[in-house]
């Protein structure tokens, strides 16, 4: 039975993806997110249907991201399968009127956090010479849109390291691939909007 972690795990893509593998009942999962009260009514959803457990950390802290791996029980440990899901997008602003903070959301998140969580995680899958990983890009990964800038430079960063890591892994018997989705309508919008949810629905239209 294989085991498998997934970043942000408590909305959108992570969430479905979850509920899926929980169905399918082969697999053992670590369910990841920063929202704690969210993780635990997840786990408690699915705890029946499959061997469950959670760790509580957002992906931009590095310490907080290895003192959580390093907490997970003995029969998680070993990870056969990461889910690089966890990821963000902050404003839509003409590059010139962007915000630092915005930005630096994004890249800390969408680049670094995938970073921080995949190293400890491949260092272990090295030692076993298998495992999978799976990077949740985008369209905004391969294309630019107006007002996309530093989210579609972050997104493409994601592509490049995909890319990378499977010439890196891939000798070691690792593999890494990516699925890069376009519109899917989750929270994703209303966090970029800062909750504004008119506008954010308004993304989804047609």
């Known amino acids: 039975m ?27 999962l670590i369910v990841c997110g920063r929202r704690k009260e969210r993780l635990t009514k997840l786990t408690n959803q699915l705890k029946s249907n499959v061997k469950i457990t959670s ?25 056969d399968v990461l889910i ?3 990821g ?25 956090g995938l970073l921080y969580v995949s190293k400890p ?5 090295l030692k076993k010479q298998s495992g999978h990983i799976i990077n949740i890009g985008s369209t905004a990964g391969k ?18 390291l995909n890319q990378a890591m499977r010439i890196d892994l891939n000798k070691h018997g690792i593999r890494v691939g990516a699925i890069n989705p376009g519109l899917v309508e989750t929270e994703f919008s209303e966090v970029r909007f800062k909750g504004d949810r008119q506008r954010a629905s308004s993304v989804y239209e047609g």
Request: aromatic fraction near 6%; glycine fraction near 6%; charge should be negative.
């Open 143 to 160: 294309e630019v849109y107006p007002k996309g800038n530093v989210y579609c430079a972050s997104k493409h960063a994601v592509d490049a």
């Open 55 to 79: 760790l509580n950390f957002d992906v931009r802290d590095k310490k907080a991201v290895i003192k959580s791996l390093e907490s997970l029980p003995n029969d998680f440990k070993a990870i």
């Open 88 to 112: 963000n997008a902050h404003g839509l602003d003409y590059i010139q009127d962007g915000s630092l903070e915005d930005w630096d959301a994004m890249i800390d998140i969408n680049v670094k």
């Open 121 to 125: 995680i491949i260092k272990s899958m």
């Open 84 to 86: 690089n899901n966890a």
């Open 2 to 28: 294989k085991t498998v972690l997934i970043t942000g795990s408590t909305s959108g893509i992570g969430l479905a993806t979850a509920q899926k593998l929980a169905h399918e009942g082969d697999f053992k």
